[in-house]
């Protein structure tokens, strides 16, 4: 069955302090694994698409990285604005996402 | 990227009762997709809407619950029918990217909060 599991399912950083999110997917087909950030009371905002593993791309303080069985989001001293839940998403044969339950990342100043 | 809008905002209903939520998009989107978000979950998909064909729902989604309508290659809407608490929820419409087709990239509206009492 297909599936996607992010962990943990929240995470406390100080400004500055360096960490990863992990997005482990098990599915049939990979055709993209993706990253989103939501703000509380907003819709997701798109931050990346990886389509195999290998594959690394970054913004600013985010870099997202793909290996056969599981992504992971870098952030790289983070600073308060980027606390929000991220979530990843993939697409597979059906070319429908499937959306793991969110990493909650809160830094603090 | 598309830009996307719902209305309403948000709302807060009484049990029984129906709620027609908009979603309008900046380009022509040949797919739409209509998701619900319960509090403190993450996404899960309601239906597609492809302009001209009948909707397409996910298993535990049914049209008389959550019909849907897609005039146009710019709009959709969703109805939440015979409204009950369970129902609170954000509503958000999303599409694939305008430009590229192949990449399953979606974009998301900004929501709809419904609370229901």
């Known amino acids: 069955e297909d599936q996607v599991t992010q962990s943990p399912e929240a995470l406390r950083l100080q400004e500055g302090e360096s960490s990863s999110l992990n997005c482990s997917y098990t599915?049939?087909?990979?055709?993209?694994l993706f990253w989103y950030r939501q703000d509380p009371g907003k819709g997701p905002e798109f931050l990346f698409t990886l389509y195999s593993a290998g594959e690394e791309k970054e913004k600013e303080r985010l870099k997202a990285t793909l290996t056969k069985k599981e992504s992971f989001l870098h952030i790289t001293a983070p600073k308060p604005e980027d606390s929000a839940t991220y979530l990843c998403?993939?697409?597979?044969?059906?070319?429908?996402?499937?959306f793991g339950s969110g990493t909650q990342l809160t830094v603090l100043p | 990227s598309a830009v996307i809008s719902q209305k309403p905002s948000r709302d807060i209903c009484q049990r029984g009762t129906s709620l027609t939520i908009q979603c309008q998009v900046d380009s022509q989107v040949t797919m739409m997709f209509w998701y619900r978000q319960q509090p403190g979950q993450s996404l899960t998909l309601i239906a597609t809407?492809?302009?001209?064909?009948?909707?397409?729902?996910e298993s535990g989604f049914v049209i008389d619950k959550f019909p849907i309508s897609r005039p146009n290659l710019t709009f959709s809407t969703l109805t939440v029918s015979n409204m009950s608490p369970e129902d609170s929820s954000i509503y958000l419409c999303?599409?694939?990217?305008?430009?590229?087709?192949?990449?399953?990239?979606?974009?998301f509206g900004p929501g709809t909060r419904l609370t229901v009492l």
């Open positions: 809407a492809n302009q001209g064909s009948e909707a397409t729902y």
């Open positions: 599915v049939s087909g990979l055709r993209g």
């Open positions: 999303s599409v694939e990217s305008p430009r590229d087709r192949s990449t399953d990239t979606q974009y």
């Open positions: 998403a993939f697409s597979g044969s059906a070319r429908q996402l499937t």
